[in-house]
Structure formats: structure tokens, C-alpha cells
């Protein structure tokens, strides 16, 4: 098994502290659910843009910052060596590039400006990556530790086409090159969903392959790129539900899922930041598979698994 970097001990390696990311809402859209390229969205993506943590999303952004970490200090109370605490602002939900980027701007400088926040992610799409909201982005990335999240989910366009994924592959590989030329101090993070309909171990495999080919064409000397994984998972609500309940889809055993997740580590080069190996679906609007609800007692399972 490759030597990879996990999130935690990477966080540490910067903040020297424990660092938690905070979910907050910048009211964004996405270009396929706005009528831009198409309505509707991912297949599998809810009502909330994969955004189901975020707090209550007309309060201003301070206002939204202050309440989720009043929530992680709730559920970190107790534990030893949380004294020194900081966070990273992470706008999850939908498209967070997309919109007027003055505005944007201002949100991302907002949330840095709340006491122990000291770093930003920004979850977006390749498509809607350009140098206009990448020089702002720069700025930031100048004073502060900045991430974008990029969803690929898999590097076959066909694939692509059948989730409503709505750009190529190519848009992708261009927006990593883009993001590595105007900002090389971001920290570029990929997200890849394991199970899609149609897909093959090859295709999963190949994806994580194009990942990783890609990201290291661009990076500096001792520069880390980033992978989240995880498994496709059923939301009520959502084009993907239909699928499923119309005998069309079948989601990931658990067993699947682990021996997936082992070949896609070993493919990965060495000193890969892993951020994500599970999902971590909202209980209240999961359809299936249940198995990936206990989201602790997974990441025991895939740590033994991967031992």
C-alpha cells in the first residue's frame, strides 16, 4: 500500500492545532440545475446541493460561521487536546464559483474574518473555474491557507453524461492546469464517487489513474494534492431514488466498497492527502445503502480492511 498523507496530521502539519471545516452556505447555484446547461442537477445530488450540514442558510455569513462552530464545540466537549482549536470556512453547496464574484469575494473574506477561522475551501465544478474569480481567489490564497474542491466523480464522459454531470473530463484537466498557473499556493482537492451507474472496477480505477496523472503534471516540487472518496449513496428525493426504486440501480455492498476503496489507494502515488474515504449521508434522507450511515463504525471497518 502506498504512503499517503491523512487529513488530519496534513491540517496539523499547517495550523499546528486541531482544525475542524465548518459548512456554511454562500447561496450559490450550479450552471446545471439554473437552466444555464440544464435543470435538475447530478442525479444524485439533493435539494441542498450536497450541502445537507450547513446551517440555516439566510443567516449571514458571520452569523452562519459563529453557529457551526458552536455546534463542533458542542460535540467536541469532553475530549482532551481540543483547546487549541481552528477551523476552515468551507463553502459546500452547490456551485461556490459560480455567481457574482464580488460578491463572492466578499463572503469568502467574511468568514476568514471570524475569530480562529483561518483557512477557506471552496466546493466547486470544473466549469465554472476561470481567471477572473481565480485572481480573487489568489489574494486570499496570499494571506491565508486556501482549498478547491473540484468534483470530477469519474473521468468517463459517458459516465458523465448518464449522472447530468453537464462538462468533460477535458474541462476538468484544464481547470487543475488553470488553478496550479494563477494560484499555486491552493491546496486542490478532487472528488470521486465510487459506485456511479454503468461504472466498472476498470472505470474507477481509470478515474482515480486520470487523477492523479493530471494533478502531478501540474504540481510544483513539494507541492500535495488532495482525493476525496466515497460511495454513491441514494437521497430521497432525487432522480438517482428513482432509479434505484425502479430496479435500475444498485448501490455498493459494503465488502464491494472496501475492496474498491484498497485498489484506488494503491493506485494513488505517494503522499496523496486522503480527505474522504466514506460517505457521510443525512440519516434523515438516505434511501440506501444503510450500511454507510454509521459512519464511524466504517472508518474502523476500512482502517482494519486496509491493515
Not at 458523465?160 to 481547470?175: K, P, S, W
Not at 487543475?176 to 456511479?196: A, D, Q
Not at 464491494?256 to 476503496?261: I, K
Request: include cysteine.
Amino acid at each position: 500500500m502506498n504512503k499517503h498523507i491523512i487529513l488530519s496530521d496534513f491540517y496539523k502539519s499547517i495550523f499546528n492545532c486541531k482544525v475542524y471545516k465548518i459548512a456554511l452556505d454562500a447561496g450559490c447555484t450550479c450552471p446545471n440545475r439554473d437552466g444555464t446547461k440544464a435543470f435538475g442537477g447530478c442525479i444524485f445530488c439533493s435539494q441542498n446541493g450536497s450541502g445537507d450540514f450547513v446551517p440555516n442558510k439566510i443567516l449571514p455569513i458571520k452569523e452562519q460561521v459563529l453557529e457551526a462552530i458552536e455546534k463542533v464545540q458542542k460535540k467536541a466537549k469532553g475530549r482532551s487536546g481540543n483547546n487549541d482549536v481552528k477551523y476552515i470556512a468551507y463553502f459546500q453547496n452547490f456551485t461556490n464559483t459560480y455567481g457574482d464574484y464580488d460578491d463572492l469575494e466578499k463572503k469568502y473574506k467574511e468568514s476568514l474574518s471570524c475569530k480562529d477561522v483561518k483557512g477557506l475551501a471552496i466546493a466547486t465544478r470544473p466549469d465554472c473555474i476561470n481567471t477572473e474569480i481565480l485572481n480573487k481567489i489568489k489574494c486570499i490564497s496570499e494571506e491565508y491557507f486556501v482549498q478547491i474542491e473540484l468534483g470530477l466523480q469519474s473521468s468517463n464522459d459517458k459516465t458523465g453524461i448518464l449522472i447530468n454531470r453537464q462538462y468533460t473530463t477535458a474541462e476538468y484537466d484544464y481547470a487543475v492546469k488553470l488553478i496550479k498557473e494563477v494560484c499555486p499556493k491552493v491546496h486542490l482537492v478532487t472528488h470521486v464517487i465510487l459506485g456511479l451507474p454503468s461504472e466498472t472496477e476498470n472505470d474507477m480505477l481509470e478515474t482515480i489513474r486520470h487523477i492523479d496523472i493530471i494533478n502531478r503534471r501540474y504540481l510544483a516540487n513539494n507541492d500535495l494534492y488532495g482525493i476525496k472518496i466515497t460511495n454513491l449513496y441514494v437521497l430521497k428525493n432525487t432522480k438517482l431514488e428513482t432509479l434505484y426504486l425502479q430496479n435500475k440501480y444498485n448501490p455498493l455492498e459494503k465488502e464491494e466498497y472496501y475492496s474498491l476503496l484498497k485498489k484506488c489507494l494503491s493506485v494513488l502515488s505517494n503522499n496523496t492527502v486522503i480527505h474522504r474515504i466514506t460517505g457521510d449521508p443525512p440519516k434523515k434522507s438516505i434511501v440506501a445503502p444503510l450500511w454507510c450511515t454509521d459512519k464511524k463504525r466504517v472508518l474502523n471497518e476500512i482502517n482494519k480492511f486496509l491493515k
